[in-house]
């Protein structure tokens, strides 16, 4: 058998040409997806660098085994940086934010090594995307390549999902998402838009690409305290401002508490300043909302804070604030990126949560951890955690999706799952409202609530 850099060396021509098939452009439409512009990123097994200049990286490094390879991703791409080396045995001596490995899995004779590699290039918010085929596909791909329909290779390894799974969990990193595309890899007219946006996303199993998104695991004792920011929106809430304050732990290097008074008809406005003045021991920031909605809301307090940490607590207290030094720890130790309160598993008081409400955020729990490729149980519940370096690179992206969201629970949960942010759930003990009555109207939110998901499908699900 020859060997596999001078076989690799051989293709490069054709290679190059091949970079126009609809499987190579998919590609690049589909990283695009997951990795945001001007950051820096590390592709190895780079090939010609076509995928790793598609993504406009500030700075990019290419790896590749093949001198043919690289000589010609110098030619095509010469803002970047290519290197000529094994995936075991590349030198760079610097951090990137996004690691690459695509369709090189099946191809390395040893993956958990190179796994295990690429701690060196990689900090504690570094992403690694990665993808390889469907074991599946194994009989259509080898008849493919036989007929000329597919480009050649050398013996392959044939990896199912669980397969990467435990590989990267050996290596030490922690898989964050995973995503199946691509039923109708030759792009026939018609046919490849309608199966490949439509219909994939509704037949995982048959996907012949399977796409992960993992990060480091993270090391909790080295991790520092900080500072916190708890954002409480409060519309009609004058009743429960002060129990607020009583009942909202201090937390890390100190905790400053945001009122924001969202237009109210009681005296919510008056109590919050009276509150303040009671207890000049805390660090209490009051805000007069110009926007409408709890999203606005959360908005103009996002840009007011200046803790590390940011929280979102809602001024019914149903969600008991005692339990954010939870969240707080949670995020702190790096065990989530977003910290998502979940009301649906620990028993609840009477009259907390209404039967066909319950259901109905169920079956939106189930519909958006399909839609974002990881777990998320209670989307509905408004206490959030996330770090601000995080939040500022979301409203950086915000533009994907647009102004959309009047709750803000949304607006943060697409932000973040874009962002491949790792996202968990935290069970709280939800509680009955013991003053004022609820913003929420069920059926004409709800009826917003379906576009939404219906929105958020064709920006993240059913991609072009």
Not at 198 to 208: D, G, I, K, Q, Y
Not at 218 to 232: E, G, L, N, T
Not at 281 to 304: P, S
Not at 355 to 375: D, E, H, V
Request: net charge positive; aromatic share 10%; charged share 25%.
């Amino acid at each position: 058998m020859i060997d596999r850099r001078a076989f690799y060396d051989q293709r490069a021509p054709a290679r190059e040409r091949e970079t126009s098939r609809y499987y190579q452009k998919f590609l690049r439409r589909y990283f695009a997806f997951l990795v945001p512009p001007e950051l820096r990123v590390l592709e190895v097994g780079c090939g010609v660098g076509d995928l790793l200049a598609s993504l406009n990286p500030k700075r990019g490094v290419g790896v590749d085994f093949s001198p043919e390879m690289i000589k010609l991703a110098r030619t095509r791409h010469p803002k970047l940086e290519f290197q000529t080396a094994d995936a075991l045995d590349f030198s760079v001596n610097e951090k990137f934010d996004y690691i690459l490995l695509s369709d090189l899995v099946n191809d390395l004779p040893d993956v958990q090594a190179v796994l295990e590699k690429l701690h060196t290039v990689s900090h504690s918010g570094t992403r690694l995307v990665l993808n390889f085929f469907n074991n599946l596909w194994r009989p259509i791909l080898g008849a493919s390549e036989v007929m000329g329909a597919k480009s050649p290779t050398q013996l392959q390894n044939w990896l199912s999902l669980e397969d990467m799974n435990n590989l990267l969990h050996l290596a030490g990193w922690e898989v964050i998402k995973t995503d199946t595309r691509l039923i109708w890899p030759v792009g026939t007219p018609l046919v490849a838009p309608l199966l490949n946006r439509w219909a994939a996303p509704f037949v995982p199993h048959f996907s012949l690409t399977i796409a992960i998104v993992a990060r480091p695991k993270p090391q909790p004792a080295a991790r520092p305290h900080f500072r916190c920011s708890v954002v409480i929106p409060a519309r009609n809430e004058a009743g429960n401002i002060e129990a607020a304050v009583q009942r909202t732990p201090e937390m890390g290097l100190g905790t400053e508490i945001i009122f924001i008074e969202g237009h109210s008809k009681d005296n919510t406005w008056d109590e919050i300043h009276r509150v303040a003045a009671k207890y000049p021991n805390r660090q209490i920031k009051i805000l007069k909302q110009q926007t409408k909605g709890k999203g606005g809301a959360v908005r103009e307090a996002f840009a007011a804070a200046t803790g590390d940490l940011l929280f979102i607590l809602d001024a019914d207290l149903t969600m008991p604030p005692e339990e954010l030094p939870k969240f707080y720890e949670a995020a702190r130790s790096g065990t989530a990126d977003f910290v998502n309160g979940v009301r649906l598993i620990y028993p609840m008081e009477d009259q907390a949560m209404q039967f066909l409400n319950m259901i109905a955020n169920k079956a939106f729990g189930l519909t958006f951890s399909w839609l974002l490729g990881q777990n998320i149980k209670d989307t509905l519940c408004g206490t959030k955690v996330l770090f601000r370096e995080d939040y500022e690179t979301l409203t950086r992206n915000r533009g994907y999706f647009g102004d959309f969201d009047p709750f803000g629970d949304f607006d943060l949960i697409f932000g973040a799952a874009k962002l491949n942010m790792r996202m968990v759930d935290l069970p709280i003990r939800y509680r009955a409202r013991t003053y004022g009555e609820t913003n929420i109207h069920r059926w004409s939110h709800g009826w917003l609530l379906l576009r939404m998901v219906l929105f958020a499908a064709r920006r993240m699900k059913f991609l072009k």
